[in-house]
């Protein structure tokens, strides 16, 4: 079936359009560029019947498409469930070591549209924008299909700051849905993830914005900003520096908790890295330099499996509980709690106990990492 959409209304934040130009170019010349994409479940495919008929496999073909005499190549960075403030802390290992020409970046369904994720997703575009290779950035927001909703207020304030482009879908697929032109249930299973015709719908608000950049193509655009240079953040920017600490790059103490050593063959095998335990009483702590803690583990579907606790700086008064049993039922959850916010700047305990564990345990506790922001 064929949808009508206005997607000249997709253009939410026109922005600066020079480093997208300058990839334009260079495609054009016949250099070789890399196209990256970065988010969650839908960047990922989720729902696509393959992986060529997701939206972001469908960007990737309109640069091949339209650039024929350049070697595009396509990096999906997408992994379900998961939110800028993973986000910032992967995008350099996952993405930005590539060094993309031209990088989709989409947060907005699994962002809340609160300030906390305004910062995370701040750090998460000043990390990306901010690399030596000069990235173009295009910024998309998705919608629930169900109640329109979605991060957009708060990712919009970072797009305007940086002067980068943003699409949404909340402005052109939304008002279709709302209004009954176009039934949710023919472009969406679960009014959230796509089906073919929903990735078909929100490519086509993204390739007819980037026809309408590559109409101009030839008049010149300043750069937004001083080369190497960032405006002023419009947050507290504690998240920008994020490092995620896994059995590879760190050395913590060691009370019963086991490195994994299974290797990781790709990003969507996300349960590596990390540390298991299975005992009452079984510890890991590490030192770690920085401003704010997250902990990073397995939501596992199948129960019971064991409880743990964090404790920073020996404050027992405000240890938080991880709860390593899942209450839904879609898949084991790479799930985030965030244990501290702006602490004073230094070296920081980080321990993690296991205090709870049953007889008829399934599996594990599994620790995936614990991320320091700054």
Not at 119 to 141: F, H, Q, V, W
Not at 253 to 275: M, S, T, V
């Amino acid at each position: 079936m064929e949808y009508h959409i206005q997607t000249e209304k997709g253009m939410i934040n026109r922005g600066n359009w020079n480093r997208i130009k300058k990839c334009m170019r260079r495609a054009r010349e016949g250099k070789a560029i890399t196209t990256g994409f970065l988010g969650g479940s839908i960047t990922q495919g989720s729902l696509s019947s393959k992986p060529e008929t997701c939206y972001a496999y469908l960007v990737y073909k309109w640069w091949k498409e339209k650039f024929p005499q350049s070697e595009v190549t396509f990096i999906n960075a997408g992994i379900g469930g998961t939110t800028s403030q993973f986000g910032v802390a992967r995008v350099e290992d996952h993405l930005l070591r590539y060094r993309p020409d031209f990088a989709l970046i989409e947060f907005a369904v699994n962002d809340e549209n609160t300030e906390f994720f305004e910062e995370t997703y701040e750090g998460l575009i000043r990390k990306s924008y901010g690399d030596g290779c000069e990235p173009a950035i295009l910024l998309m927001n998705n919608v629930k299909y169900d109640d329109g909703l979605n991060a957009e207020e708060m990712h919009l304030r970072v797009a305007k700051n940086y002067q980068l482009p943003m699409v949404s879908m909340r402005s052109t697929i939304w008002p279709e849905i709302e209004s009954n032109r176009i039934e949710r249930s023919e472009i969406t299973p679960d009014n959230l993830h796509p089906n073919d015709a929903g990735h078909a719908l929100v490519a086509k608000v993204i390739t007819d914005f980037l026809e309408r950049i590559y109409e101009e193509l030839d008049r010149e655009e300043d750069e937004a900003f001083g080369h190497g240079q960032l405006p002023v953040p419009i947050t507290a920017n504690a998240y920008e520096n994020s490092v995620r600490y896994q059995n590879g790059n760190s050395q913590p103490k060691l009370q019963g908790f086991e490195p994994d050593p299974e290797p990781q063959e790709n990003i969507l095998e996300i349960f590596r890295n990390g540390w298991t335990a299975s005992c009452e009483g079984d510890k890991i702590s590490f030192t770690i330099s920085c401003t704010g803690i997250a902990v990073q583990y397995r939501k596992a579907v199948k129960h019971p499996v064991p409880i743990a606790r964090v404790i920073v700086d020996d404050r027992e008064e405000d240890a938080v509980i991880l709860d390593g049993n899942f209450e839904e039922d879609w898949g084991d959850c790479l799930h985030i709690d965030t244990i501290t916010r702006h602490m004073e700047p230094g070296e920081h305990k980080v321990e993690i106990c296991i205090t709870q564990t049953h007889e008829n345990d399934v599996a594990p506790f599994y620790l995936v990492s614990v991320i320091g922001s700054n």
